[in-house]
């Protein structure tokens, strides 16, 4: 059993930058691999950025390439995603969730473990 907490959320404007944090319990958190979604009002989820349990592989949407970075420590059972750049466009609830299989990292339907999301809103 993995419990996701994140935080980190917050109102920022265009521009500037907010950085995630996903806390996780449970021993078997470091076989996971993690991923970040979105889901703004009316949108469906939507994935993010994904990190491999050992951290040596990592994946982004088109829309995070080159602005977010997701990052994770083992020892502190914590995943990040620092996110510069940020616009309007960014505002969401951000979830960050665990899967067992990274070939399934962009299908939210196949992760096993949520968190319970965090707001980031982007002012322009």
């Known amino acids: 059993q993995v419990q996701l907490v994140e935080s980190g959320g917050g109102l920022v404007q265009a521009g500037g930058s907010l950085r995630l944090s996903c806390a996780a319990s449970?021993?078997?958190?470091?076989?996971?691999?993690v991923g970040w979604f979105r889901q703004a009002p009316g949108k469906e989820r939507e994935f993010v950025a994904a990190i491999s349990w050992g951290g040596s592989s990592t994946s982004y949407a088109d829309s995070a390439k080159g602005r977010f970075t997701i990052s994770r420590d083992n020892a502190k059972n914590t995943v990040y995603l620092q996110m510069n750049s940020l616009k309007p466009e960014d505002t969401a609830v951000y979830y960050c969730a665990a899967v067992e299989s990274w070939a399934l990292r962009t299908m939210p339907d196949r992760y096993d473990y949520w968190g319970q999301g965090t707001q980031v809103t982007v002012s322009s």
């Open positions: 449970g021993r078997t958190f470091g076989s996971y691999a």
